[in-house]
């Protein structure tokens, strides 16, 4: 054995036990978290790694980045099978690796990648340091990763020519040997002398790179697909829901790190810090201090300092371990206005490459803040109040629910009627007057296309989707529990909504308490009976309209056409997109209960979204969501724009087209 050949030995040994104890160490600190089975529908799992990781579907969304990262993420792959025969040879020096063919094969593939990824390596420089945008942190752990993957893929090509400098007649490679013939002029002497400084080049830059992993951001590479395998299935923004029937709980919600389940802590580590999510939140744009990216890094921060405590036994705990145990994640690692700043519209989730959960983790900071440090904003203590003691956010009566069904002629619950469809009013509708219209189109339509309609009447009280999303899951529950009983009873076979907030709760959340049904949107309803010829729009309308994507209806449910067909069957509809539509459409910011609380900070959201919309030209903004339409409208009048354009939902359009004008208002 000579002396080169044990040195390689000793460093390669080091570098990877010291790679193996940083990792068991993160495995002990994401530990720490609640249990949680993220091995269930393992098909789609794979599937998921094959489209997310191998695939890097979700960073094809940037015509830059996503070409970027894919052949880095390929070249990897593709370089790593010289990487390891390297390694092996270094090891074992009697090793004869591939020849014929296949070596030709695998030393152009390797060429080709190592070329397309020196140039991402580049793209991801310039984009970094010269085209500087906002989302991208200028460090020297970014310069360090990128100059370090350089470094390994230079002395790769350096080990490959010159080789063939010494041995021409070795397999053939595209860039080797074009580089290699002209290194051979030097002689021997200068070509082992510099196939021994790649060779050491390359194992230096490569377990410098592989042992800093752990320490750097860019320990996503490593933990990424894991992450992605182990995604929550469960519709976007789905919550867990809290135990209160267990007296010995003294804490709800995410109050320490140990209140999450280990899949969120696995999340810190996954984030790529590429500030994709920061740059979608519309809290943010708008001048709010919310940023879902630096609530993954400060997770993780919070993590690595307080897993080492929480590992220790109990009686070596200091005075100052106790101080930071004390520390909590709601209002003292994440401040309490960016948790009450964020609208839960899901873009950070929709726009990171690695499924990481930001709302989920911002709810649950915001339980805590309700539910154990009892700290509510006023606005907020006034919703929780009216919906306790009356069931509707305005604290009105019960009367204008029954009412609705005497004025449009239909089947009412609380009165003992069975209709074959229920229609789900919702609190705006029951009482916004300018929602109310909107459900008496829908309603007009229905009855047109002869469907037997009711509703709730008195029975219904609101889903609870804000009380939930401010953090008052006991309200919530409370009112999920009382509708669930009223829904069974009822037996319809299909509820309709037109909010998306009470379909996504009557649809993906009350199964956890015991309801099952059939919901449908109105505009996916209305879209079926337009298809069917049930309804068939007639009356001519000549306007140039743009149509506003509610995030609960879009990145939650993931409809995004019903509502744009209704539209197209209207004769003389021109509908133009905004910049910002269908799953990157840009929060109207009523949700996660922000309706119900005013913006003090910044540019107001809707202002935001509404100037995007003017920015079309179009003359009237259509909507799928009572709250997405008052808050449009409002946008548009403080904008000055109202008397230009006007903002109406989309089956207001569709009654305007298919009823007789007296009808259809």
């Given at each position: 054995m000579t002396l080169d050949h044990l040195l390689f030995i000793v460093i390669f040994?080091?570098?990877?036990?010291?790679?193996?104890?940083?990792?068991?160490?993160?495995?002990r600190y994401v530990g720490v978290g609640q249990p949680i089975d993220r091995s269930s529908h393992a098909p789609q799992r794979w599937e998921s790694v094959l489209v997310y990781v191998f695939g890097q579907k979700r960073l094809f969304k940037d015509r830059y980045s996503g070409p970027m990262h894919?052949?880095?993420?390929?070249?990897?792959?593709?370089?790593?099978?010289?990487?390891?025969?390297?390694?092996i040879k270094g090891l074992f020096p009697g090793f004869v690796s591939f020849g014929g063919p296949a070596a030709v094969a695998i030393n152009t593939l390797s060429d080709?990648?190592?070329?397309?990824?020196?140039?991402?390596l580049a793209m991801a420089a310039y984009k970094r340091y010269v085209l500087r945008p906002k989302r991208l942190v200028r460090n020297v752990d970014a310069a360090l990763v990128l100059g370090l993957i350089a470094v390994v893929v230079l002395s790769d090509m350096a080990i490959e020519s010159f080789t063939l400098a010494l041995h021409p007649h070795a397999p053939y490679a595209p860039l080797g040997t074009f580089v290699g013939g002209w290194l051979h002029t030097f002689g021997p002497s200068a070509d082992r002398t510099g196939l021994m400084v790649a060779d050491w080049t390359k194992l230096i830059s490569l377990l410098s790179f592989l042992v800093y992993l752990p320490y750097s951001k860019h320990f996503?590479?490593?933990?990424?697909?894991?992450?992605i395998y182990h995604r929550n299935l469960d519709p976007l923004g789905k919550l867990p829901s809290l135990n209160f029937e267990d007296d010995t709980v003294e804490s709800y919600g995410i109050g320490q790190v140990t209140d999450m389940t280990w899949a969120d802590l696995l999340?810190?580590?996954?984030?790529?810090?590429?500030g994709r999510c920061t740059a979608e939140c519309p809290a943010n744009a708008t001048g709010k201090t919310l940023s879902p990216k630096e609530i993954m890094v400060d997770l993780r921060h919070q993590l690595e300092r307080v897993a080492p405590i929480l590992l220790k036994a109990p009686e070596g705990l200091t005075a100052s371990d106790n101080a930071l145990l004390e520390i909590p994640m709601a209002g003292g690692v994440t401040q309490a206005d960016d948790l009450w700043a964020c609208t839960t519209c899901g873009a950070c989730v929709e726009a990171c490459p690695v499924f990481n959960e930001h709302v989920v983790k911002i709810v649950g900071m915001r339980r805590?803040?309700?539910?154990?440090?009892?700290?509510?904003?006023?606005?907020?203590?006034?919703?929780?109040?009216?919906?306790?003691?009356?069931g509707n956010p305005w604290g009105l009566g019960l009367d204008q629910r029954q009412q609705f069904a005497v004025d449009m002629g239909i089947k009412d619950v609380s009165r003992g009627d069975h209709p074959e469809v229920l229609y789900w009013m919702g609190c705006a509708a029951t009482y916004d007057d300018r929602a109310r219209?909107?459900?008496?189109?829908t309603v007009r339509l229905m009855k047109e296309a002869g469907v037997d309609v009711g509703v709730l009447g008195a029975l219904e009280k609101c889903t609870g989707d804000s009380a939930r999303r401010m953090g008052n899951e006991y309200l919530f529950q409370s009112l999920a529990q009382e509708n669930v009983e009223t829904l069974n009873q009822a037996g319809a076979k299909t509820i309709v909504t037109t909010c998306p907030h009470c379909f996504n709760t009557l649809k993906n959340e009350y199964g956890d308490f015991g309801g099952s049904y059939d919901v449908v949107h109105h505009a996916e309803f209305l879209a079926e009976l337009v298809k069917a010829g049930d309804l068939k729009p007639k009356n001519d309308n000549p306007v140039t309209l743009t149509y506003h994507d509610s995030c609960y209806l879009g990145r939650y449910n993931d409809i995004y056409d019903a509502p744009r067909d209704v539209l197209g069957a209207v004769p003389g509809v021109h509908l133009v997109e905004m910049e910002r539509s269908r799953e990157k459409s840009f929060c109207c910011g009523a949700g996660g209960g922000r309706m119900w609380m005013e913006e003090k900070v910044g540019q107001r959201i809707n202002q935001n979204r509404s100037q995007q919309a003017i920015a079309t030209g179009a003359t009237t903004v259509a909507t799928a969501c009572p709250f997405c339409l008052t808050m449009m409208r409002d946008g548009i009048q403080s904008l000055g724009e109202d008397e230009r354009i006007i903002v109406k939902d989309f089956a207001e359009i569709l009654a305007d087209s298919v009823l007789p004008m007296a009808d259809s208002h």
């Amino acid at each position: 054995m000579t002396l080169d050949h044990l040195l390689f030995i000793v460093i390669f040994v080091l570098a990877v036990l010291w790679f193996g104890l940083l990792v068991e160490e993160k495995v002990r600190y994401v530990g720490v978290g609640q249990p949680i089975d993220r091995s269930s529908h393992a098909p789609q799992r794979w599937e998921s790694v094959l489209v997310y990781v191998f695939g890097q579907k979700r960073l094809f969304k940037d015509r830059y980045s996503g070409p970027m990262h894919f052949f880095i993420f390929w070249g990897f792959i593709v370089l790593s099978i010289g990487t390891i025969t390297f390694l092996i040879k270094g090891l074992f020096p009697g090793f004869v690796s591939f020849g014929g063919p296949a070596a030709v094969a695998i030393n152009t593939l390797s060429d080709v990648m190592g070329v397309l990824v020196l140039i991402a390596l580049a793209m991801a420089a310039y984009k970094r340091y010269v085209l500087r945008p906002k989302r991208l942190v200028r460090n020297v752990d970014a310069a360090l990763v990128l100059g370090l993957i350089a470094v390994v893929v230079l002395s790769d090509m350096a080990i490959e020519s010159f080789t063939l400098a010494l041995h021409p007649h070795a397999p053939y490679a595209p860039l080797g040997t074009f580089v290699g013939g002209w290194l051979h002029t030097f002689g021997p002497s200068a070509d082992r002398t510099g196939l021994m400084v790649a060779d050491w080049t390359k194992l230096i830059s490569l377990l410098s790179f592989l042992v800093y992993l752990p320490y750097s951001k860019h320990f996503h590479l490593v933990i990424a697909p894991f992450n992605i395998y182990h995604r929550n299935l469960d519709p976007l923004g789905k919550l867990p829901s809290l135990n209160f029937e267990d007296d010995t709980v003294e804490s709800y919600g995410i109050g320490q790190v140990t209140d999450m389940t280990w899949a969120d802590l696995l999340d810190a580590y996954a984030c790529v810090q590429c500030g994709r999510c920061t740059a979608e939140c519309p809290a943010n744009a708008t001048g709010k201090t919310l940023s879902p990216k630096e609530i993954m890094v400060d997770l993780r921060h919070q993590l690595e300092r307080v897993a080492p405590i929480l590992l220790k036994a109990p009686e070596g705990l200091t005075a100052s371990d106790n101080a930071l145990l004390e520390i909590p994640m709601a209002g003292g690692v994440t401040q309490a206005d960016d948790l009450w700043a964020c609208t839960t519209c899901g873009a950070c989730v929709e726009a990171c490459p690695v499924f990481n959960e930001h709302v989920v983790k911002i709810v649950g900071m915001r339980r805590h803040l309700v539910l154990t440090q009892g700290e509510i904003p006023q606005a907020a203590q006034n919703f929780f109040k009216n919906v306790e003691n009356t069931g509707n956010p305005w604290g009105l009566g019960l009367d204008q629910r029954q009412q609705f069904a005497v004025d449009m002629g239909i089947k009412d619950v609380s009165r003992g009627d069975h209709p074959e469809v229920l229609y789900w009013m919702g609190c705006a509708a029951t009482y916004d007057d300018r929602a109310r219209k909107v459900a008496e189109s829908t309603v007009r339509l229905m009855k047109e296309a002869g469907v037997d309609v009711g509703v709730l009447g008195a029975l219904e009280k609101c889903t609870g989707d804000s009380a939930r999303r401010m953090g008052n899951e006991y309200l919530f529950q409370s009112l999920a529990q009382e509708n669930v009983e009223t829904l069974n009873q009822a037996g319809a076979k299909t509820i309709v909504t037109t909010c998306p907030h009470c379909f996504n709760t009557l649809k993906n959340e009350y199964g956890d308490f015991g309801g099952s049904y059939d919901v449908v949107h109105h505009a996916e309803f209305l879209a079926e009976l337009v298809k069917a010829g049930d309804l068939k729009p007639k009356n001519d309308n000549p306007v140039t309209l743009t149509y506003h994507d509610s995030c609960y209806l879009g990145r939650y449910n993931d409809i995004y056409d019903a509502p744009r067909d209704v539209l197209g069957a209207v004769p003389g509809v021109h509908l133009v997109e905004m910049e910002r539509s269908r799953e990157k459409s840009f929060c109207c910011g009523a949700g996660g209960g922000r309706m119900w609380m005013e913006e003090k900070v910044g540019q107001r959201i809707n202002q935001n979204r509404s100037q995007q919309a003017i920015a079309t030209g179009a003359t009237t903004v259509a909507t799928a969501c009572p709250f997405c339409l008052t808050m449009m409208r409002d946008g548009i009048q403080s904008l000055g724009e109202d008397e230009r354009i006007i903002v109406k939902d989309f089956a207001e359009i569709l009654a305007d087209s298919v009823l007789p004008m007296a009808d259809s208002h």
